[in-house]
């Protein structure tokens, strides 16, 4: 609670209809501040593709604040440029961006600027093209349309991250440390931001993301949900949601499935999501002999999601740090909202060890943690929640209390509208004392 009614300019660059969880977050940032009653403006990336265009206008003419897609993709300074335009017009009382890339803005457009950070953001810096020089050619909307598989993405080759990653990296690190304020989605974000020169003073450790209710379910729910996914009554189902890319370690979960298949009859291991690899995960399970022990579900709309928690018996994601562009980029997992909502759908649940994890999963209190890439550790611990039932119900109240306690939007929210306001009341001060100077 502020208190007060601020003009609040959101730089949300992954925006709805695109799905993911910068989306979520973002939808659901700009719908709280707006029915706060502050006056917010969305600034984010253009749509190219025809199909995308008309979905995004729908959103946008439901939406209670107006969304100028106007930003690009692939021109850094372009954006830069467009966004201190609109701060000129608009007149914002503070700036909020989604990733650290937009903290140069405070100096030129003298208002508070703060984001949130995935850690992703500073692991592997997105800028898209990073010089000034050609910046507007590379904005071009044809430019984006004919690249937009490598770029919207992520399928660009390891060539050109090493072509731009050192200029990335040095913008990103500039830009970082000018942020009024910066929300980390774990300790271990935290970490990698006071590692490039972040004051600690100016972070804020806000794990979570999840709407609590909309996950929540009865055994009937669960019943009904099996018997809608063709799951059978019988089976002990190991769900994982992920996007099929390489840290995510969906080849270590197929492999303790295997070795679980003898002593844990029924077992079946379902699969939600798509990427890169899906064909490599496929073929593995082949090669195991997993057959029909296997399903993969391919991308679920996320209001689907939640069916698929309450059919399952167990939730497991089995990422650790994997490595790319020779070595030279890490992918983690930052904090995994997907563990949150398996909390709130009341699902016991088991993590690896690894990136900002531990800032949502305590061991042994709402879900087990196994060290990354050890496929027998994780058989070990799917075949304890499997044979001790009580356990797995201890961990699961635990879960549903973190849920609505601390990971639920109406929580998360209320941090950021707070920290928002505290960021914005030295500004209004300020300038009030510069009124009543001039009048005296």
């Not at 208190?3 to 940032?29: C, D, I, K, N």
């Not at 167990?314 to 909390?343: I, K, P």
């Not at 920290?419 to 005296?440: F, H, Y």
Request: proline letters at 4%.
């Amino acid at each position: 609670m502020t208190g007060s009614r601020h003009r609040l300019l959101l730089v949300l660059t992954e925006f709805p209809p695109a799905v993911g969880g910068m989306q979520t977050h973002a939808r659901h940032l700009a719908a709280h501040l707006a029915q706060r009653g502050h006056v917010v403006e969305v600034l984010t990336y253009r749509v190219t593709d025809a199909v995308l265009a008309a979905e995004a206008a729908h959103f946008d003419a439901g939406a209670s604040y107006p969304v100028r897609r106007i930003l690009s993709r692939l021109g850094y300074w372009f954006n830069v440029q467009r966004i201190l335009a609109h701060i000129r017009q608009f007149g914002p009382d503070a700036v909020y961006a989604s990733t650290v890339f937009y903290g140069l803005l405070k100096q030129h457009a003298g208002v508070p600027v703060l984001c949130r950070s995935v850690g992703n953001d500073v692991l592997r810096p997105w800028q898209g093209y990073p010089f000034a020089l050609w910046s507007t050619l590379a904005a071009s909307p044809r430019l984006q349309h004919a690249m937009r598989r490598w770029i919207e993405h992520g399928w660009q080759p390891d060539w050109v991250d090493h072509l731009f990653r050192r200029q990335r990296e040095r913008l990103m690190r500039q830009a970082a440390v000018g942020h009024t304020r910066i929300f980390a989605n774990s300790r271990y974000t935290a970490n990698l931001l006071s590692g490039i020169g972040v004051l600690p003073e100016r972070i804020e450790i806000v794990a979570g993301g999840v709407d609590a209710r909309h996950f929540g379910r009865t055994r009937r729910r669960g019943v009904e949900a099996r018997a809608e996914l063709g799951l059978a009554a019988h089976d002990v189902v190991v769900l994982t949601v992920c996007r099929l890319v390489a840290k995510k370690g969906v080849e270590v979960l197929l492999d303790a499935v295997a070795a679980l298949r003898a002593s844990v009859p029924g077992l079946k291991l379902v699969v939600v999501g798509d990427g890169p690899r899906r064909r490599a995960y496929e073929a593995r399970a082949a090669a195991l002999g997993l057959g029909q022990a296997v399903v993969f579900a391919g991308r679920v709309p996320h209001e689907r999601v939640r069916d698929y928690f309450w059919a399952s018996n167990m939730f497991v994601l089995a990422s650790y740090e994997s490595r790319h562009a020779g070595g030279a980029a890490r992918d983690v997992e930052t904090m995994g909202r997907v563990l949150c909502e398996a909390n709130a759908a009341g699902v016991p649940l088991i993590a690896t060890d690894s990136g900002g994890v531990p800032s949502v999963i305590r061991d042994g209190v709402n879900g087990l943690l196994v060290l990354p890439g050890d496929s027998a550790a994780l058989a070990q611990a799917m075949e304890r929640l499997w044979r001790e039932p009580a356990f797995g119900e201890q961990l699961v109240r635990a879960g549903l209390r973190r849920a609505r306690n601390e990971f639920d939007w109406s929580v998360i929210m209320r941090r950021h509208e707070q920290a928002i306001g505290e960021a914005i009341r030295p500004a209004l001060q300020c300038s009030a004392t510069q009124r009543e100077e001039k009048i005296v």
